[in-house]
């Protein structure tokens, strides 16, 4: 696909001036003076300049810019959250479509339904269905958009009682690739329904989602507990064993890492291996209590932040650690269980890294997200016990490949022990083999085949690409 480091060398002003007169929201060239920060993205490893950055204020403004990026034969690439860790929420050269400012929110408190807007962030959107107690499995750093997030599947801390993000979409409006909108759901468009979840972006820009909402809060037991990493070993196995007889109201993660300057650890651990336990219950504060009671209890704390608290708190607990403007580097594996040769060499992994921020993340799984067959929707990976995210973060770019080949061998040293496939949100490889094993087999042809019906010449190609049978 044709792209250009300059709309205006290939278009002419013309054309862009009758693109401007069609939109009801804002073009963003080169030369305008906030061009630098609109073409900013989440992470900082991609540094990429668009030619064109296309605010949509509406679905009518999405129609028209990839009729647009279609018919010029520019590259395109979709932003709402702009968190793509692989870098597919910006471009060079080409037509970034930015729905960030597309918002809009509608609860039904007594369906228990709520159609949001695919700009909206996890923050935005559980503000609205908090105030009655409601809520969906969310992102775990609540600036994420709430659309890429869900198109990959979206592991959040209601897990394993509500499910993956994707499991609650009741269906959603899509633009496809010749600018046409459909409603995707299990009884319209229902291969595109089934593609989308799991499937992320391919198959057109996703402009607004209808979401099955779950009581949840707005009070909740959760949060954090730190143990020093002279613990380690016991901490991690004690939590795995804690794992095998989990309520299932209980979603829980394991983090090994390097204890930040924060004044909740004693300073003589900051800069030092600490083991995080965080969890959420989704359920009452009492039963909450009891139930998380064990993983308070692993060895001896530096730090318990467990107990109530809103359900909003938690969803944005880690966003001061999480901020734009660093290097960020992600994979991830998928692990049938968690034996005592697969934490040692986490352990070792992790020991052998350089990167100011590096952390390994362990995703208890099961529950609810196990209970629904794997040939439902595109995310197959059903019988995953646990999710491993490698990380390696910089604040600035010295040093950053070689951090990026520590997670790489990271991931290579845990091989033995996983299942194979990948969780695409938790990735920056996106090559053709790469993408192609993230999926089982069957998966991957099904999504080949939606691929083909709904764009069969590869116009959404940023993101972890389905090509098209037709297109190399």
Known sequence: MATTANAREVIGEATLGELEGTLRGRLVRPSDPDYDQARLVWNAAHDRRPALI????????????????????????????????????????????????????????????????????????????????????????????????????????????????????????????????????EHEHPDLFWALRGGGGNFGVVTSMEFRLHPVGPLVFAGPVFYAGAAAVEVLRGWRDLTETMPDQLTTLANILIAPPVPFLPEAVHGQLVVGILGVYAGSVEDGAKAAQPLRTLGEPLADLMGPM???????????????????????????????????????????????????????????????????????????AYVLNIIARSPDREGFPEHVGWARATHRAVDPWTTGGAYVNFTSESGADKVQASYPPDTYARLVAVKDRYDPTNLFQLNQNIRPSGRS
């Open 54 to 185: 296309i605010r949509c204020a509406g679905t009518a403004d999405v129609m028209r810019a990839v009729e647009f990026a279609r018919s010029e034969g520019l590259q395109l690439a979709v932003r709402s959250g702009a968190h793509s860790v692989a870098g597919f929420s910006t471009c060079d050269g080409g037509v970034v479509i930015d729905i960030s400012s597309m918002k809009g929110i509608r609860v039904d408190p007594i369906a228990r339904r709520a159609v949001a807007q695919a700009g909206l962030t996890w923050a935005e959107f559980d503000h609205e269905t908090q105030a009655f107690g409601l809520a969906v499995t969310g992102g775990l750093v609540s600036s994420t958009g709430i659309a890429g997030f869900t198109l990959g599947g979206g592991i959040g801390w209601l897990l394993r009682e509500y499910g993956l993000t994707c499991d609650s979409l009741l269906s959603a409006d899509v633009v496809t690739a010749d600018g046409q909108l459909v409603t995707a759901s």
């Open 310 to 384: 809103p359900y909003t708190a938690m969803q944005s607990l880690l966003d001061p650690l999480w901020t734009a403007g660093a290097q960020n580097y992600f994979t991830g594996a998928l692990l049938g269980g968690l034996t005592d040769e697969t934490i040692d060499t986490l352990l070792a992994r992790h020991a052998s890294g350089r990167a100011p921020i590096r952390e390994l993340h362990l995703h208890h799984c099961g529950g609810a997200m196990a209970r629904v067959p794997a040939a439902a929707t595109a995310f197959a990976h059903r019988n995953a």
